[in-house]
């Protein structure tokens, strides 16, 4: 069975700090890879993706994530916070099969202090 | 830029009352999935579809709760008779069809119908 582990469920950085969210899954299979912004009472928002090839992958708004498969991790990084990025932060992974199922962490709420 | 369309944005209701949720998906996409997500957790998948074909319904609470894609475009979520613990957000999400791993496993979500019961 696969599942998602979010190390943290509150996060607080300063404004201009860097901003590390952690996941870690379990898979028996490769895994996709996903995070998913959501803010306050809307849906989620794809941040970025891990599918194959490189592992270091670039999201939108400044974010990326490495695929470490040895740590079974894929750490969410952004060198410098920005006071729009505090919201919920969701890790998830898909087997990538045509069910394309996501199994999703509990989340992690980043919050920017100026 | 293609929406999933999902309504109403913000419903409350009594215990022992029926709820319908409308999700509208992003034209063209045959898989589409209905969410719950209760507040402090990550959404957990109820059911999908593809096309106007349950694939997945394993966590479904039957005894309460129905979904149904007719034509395989919009769907329907009905809650009957509505219990204080299903107060939650609900997400719909849809995904292009696909058969190999590739960028259509991405899935798009709307906004979501947070449900109070009261």
């Known amino acids: 069975a696969q599942s998602v582990t979010q190390l943290g469920s509150h996060v607080s950085v300063s404004e201009g700090a860097l901003v590390l969210l952690r996941c870690n899954y379990s898979s028996s299979v490769p895994p996709y890879l996903f995070w998913y912004v959501q803010y306050p009472n809307q849906g989620l928002q794809l941040l970025l993706k891990y599918t194959t090839g490189a592992t270091l992958v670039k999201g939108i708004n400044g974010f990326e994530a490495e695929f470490k498969k040895s740590e079974t991790s894929f750490h969410l990084t952004k060198p410098s916070a920005h006071m729009s990025d505090a919201a919920e932060y969701f890790c998830a992974v898909s087997k990538g099969s045509n069910t394309g199922k996501l199994i999703f962490g509990q989340g992690t709420t980043l919050q920017v202090k100026p | ?118």
């Open chain 2, 1 to 118: 830029e293609a929406e999933v369309a999902q309504s109403p944005r913000y419903k409350i209701t009594e215990k022992s009352q029926a709820v319908a949720f409308w999700c509208d998906p992003i034209s063209g996409h045959a898989t589409l999935y209905w969410y719950r997500q209760i507040l402090g957790q990550g959404p957990e998948l109820l059911v999908q579809f593809q096309d106007e074909s349950v694939v997945d319904d394993s966590q479904l609470p039957k005894d309460r709760f129905s979904a149904e894609r007719l034509k395989g475009v919009d769907s329907t979520l009905k809650i009957q008779p509505a219990e204080l613990g299903d107060s939650a957000m609900y997400l719909c999400a849809s995904r292009p069809s696909g058969t190999t791993r590739s960028s259509t496993d991405t899935q798009y979500f709307g906004p979501g119908t947070r449900l109070t019961v009261l």
